[in-house]
């Protein structure tokens, strides 16, 4: 089952405008993280924000996290080519075999950044 | 610092058959989890092993196995291949059970 759904599911911009997409949830969270992956390749992690953060940066990229409304956002700035990739959100999530937690992804978002 | 890596890249298998893919984690991690993505799909969680031991299992059927190994390297066995487990999976390795994951580049795993 999907925990996060990320919206919208395929982008395209041009290089320099910014790129932003979406992840709902439905469970409370201790925290959500972000990944990308470029085609044919593993996940790459890029930020982790905890459910008591609201924003937070890492070079060109801005995560915000809204718990009350179970979303969050991630924005990129002045996109370039090597963008283009798949973006997924990703929250712990109980499971019932074996009682731990599982990391949950969406279906992602498809960006692709022309030159 | 070695990154995680998988073997084989590719693979291809006919229905019934088993397989074995292989994963070594990243230097440091004692966690390793594994994922199937299938095309335009999220990856789904498989299963985490924790310091040699299971740690939690999503929804796969009990012919998907695993194991890890003392120095933290671990194998993904699947049995009696069907269709839908055309897929990639991927391993992903961490410093502890809740820590950002390390992935490798999976292996891509075609049924006929």
């Known amino acids: 089952s999907q925990q996060g759904e990320e919206d919208p599911q395929a982008l395209s911009i041009q290089e320099g405008e910014n790129a932003t997409m979406n992840c709902s949830y439905k469970t409370s969270i201790n925290n959500l993280q972000w990944y990308r992956q470029n085609s044919g390749r593993g996940l790459v992690h890029l930020i982790l924000?905890?459910?008591?953060?609201r924003e937070k940066h890492s070079g060109r990229l801005r995560v915000t996290l809204d718990t009350s409304k179970k979303s969050s956002s991630l924005l990129i700035t002045a996109s370039r080519a090597a963008d283009t990739a798949s973006y997924f959100c990703a929250t712990y999530n109980f499971q019932t075999q074996g009682g731990s937690e599982k990391l949950v992804f969406g279906k992602g978002t498809k960006l692709t950044v022309n030159p | 610092e070695t990154g995680v890596t998988q073997s084989p890249t590719h693979l291809i298998k006919t229905r019934g058959q088993q397989v074995t893919l292989r994963c070594s984690s990243q230097?440091?991690?004692?966690?390793v989890s594994w994922y199937q993505q299938a095309l335009g799909q999220g990856p789904q969680f498989i299963f985490q092993?924790?310091?040699?031991?299971?740690?939690g299992r999503g929804n796969f059927p009990p012919r998907f196995s695993g194991l890890q190994f003392p120095n933290y390297s671990s194998e993904l066995n699947v049995n009696a291949l069907e269709l839908d487990d055309s897929a990639l999976y991927l391993c992903?390795?961490?410093?502890?059970?809740?820590?950002?994951?390390?992935f490798g580049d999976g292996t891509r795993l075609s049924i006929l």
């Open positions: 992903a390795s961490s410093a502890g059970v809740k820590q950002p994951q390390h």
């Open positions: 092993y924790y310091r040699e031991e299971e740690n």
């Open positions: 924000i905890r459910s008591n953060e």
């Open positions: 230097s440091g991690h004692n966690t």
